[in-house]
């Protein structure tokens, strides 16, 4: 009995370190825009989810993201900024540019348009 609990303990901490392994690719989840000759660019793939996640910015350069739309899916048809008043189609264009403004630190969520999937901008 004492066996098999440590066999099931085995498995689902081998299981834990397989998800972490795979979900947890920080790379992925997170980065920092270029900055271009004094503008900042940042770029977001709409694939499934938002990569990455999160999108650092800094502060008092002006920023600009670009959203290169790859997904078929209704679902992530909109990006919508509420802090911005932003709500963009985009399935207009293979690549959307939305600008950030960057004058003050802070978060700026986004999500999109039925508010399921989630991305975040942090001016820094
Ligand atoms: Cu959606």
């Given at each position: 009995?004492?066996?098999?609990?440590?066999?099931v303990a085995i498995a689902?901490?081998?299981?834990?370190?397989?998800?972490?392994?795979?979900?947890?690719?920080?790379d992925k989840k997170q980065a920092h825009a270029e900055i271009i000759n004094g503008q900042q660019e940042?770029?977001?793939?709409?694939?499934g989810g938002y990569e990455p996640?999160?999108?650092y910015l800094k502060q008092g350069v002006p920023a600009e993201i670009t959203f290169d739309m790859e997904?078929?899916?209704?679902?992530?048809?909109?990006?919508v900024f509420p802090d911005l008043g932003v709500d963009q189609d985009l399935t207009l264009a293979k690549e959307s540019k939305i600008v950030?403004?960057?004058?003050?630190?802070?978060?700026i969520d986004y999500a999109c348009g039925m508010n399921m999937f989630h991305g975040k901008v942090i001016v820094q």
């Open positions: 009995m004492l066996m098999k609990i440590l066999v689902l901490a081998l299981t834990a370190l397989t998800c972490w392994w795979f979900f947890g690719n920080f940042g770029r977001v793939v709409v694939k996640e999160v999108l997904d078929q899916t209704a679902c992530l048809s909109r990006v950030i403004p960057t004058d003050k630190k802070g978060e």
